[in-house]
């Protein structure tokens, strides 16, 4: 007999993707100010960083949002 998952509320899914989305991109913003001002140039690498932060918090999300749908998929086939 096969055990079910715990589903996940969609919407908690959603509102935790777009926390992690916003963070990233906080986040690199952020170190690149430090290291704007550790190196002592202009907000280059605030740009920089804030961009990586971008990809990667979209790359992230993609991944949630797909394992997420993933999992549904496995479960409508029972």
């Known amino acids: 007999m096969k055990e079910k998952k715990p589903k996940l509320k969609l919407g908690l899914l959603h509102v935790g993707a777009g926390n992690m989305f916003a963070s990233m991109i906080l986040s690199g913003f952020i170190i690149g100010?430090?290291?704007?001002?550790?190196?002592?140039?202009?907000?280059?690498?605030?740009i920089?960083?804030?961009?990586?932060?971008?990809?990667?918090?979209?790359?992230?999300?993609?991944?949630?949002?797909?394992?997420?749908?993933?999992e549904s998929d496995d479960d409508s086939d029972n």
């Open 48 to 70: 920089i960083f804030g961009v990586l932060g971008f990809v990667g918090g979209m790359i992230r999300v993609h991944e949630m949002i797909s394992y997420e749908n993933k």
């Open 33 to 46: 100010y430090f290291v704007d001002q550790w190196l002592d140039k202009t907000p280059i690498f605030m």
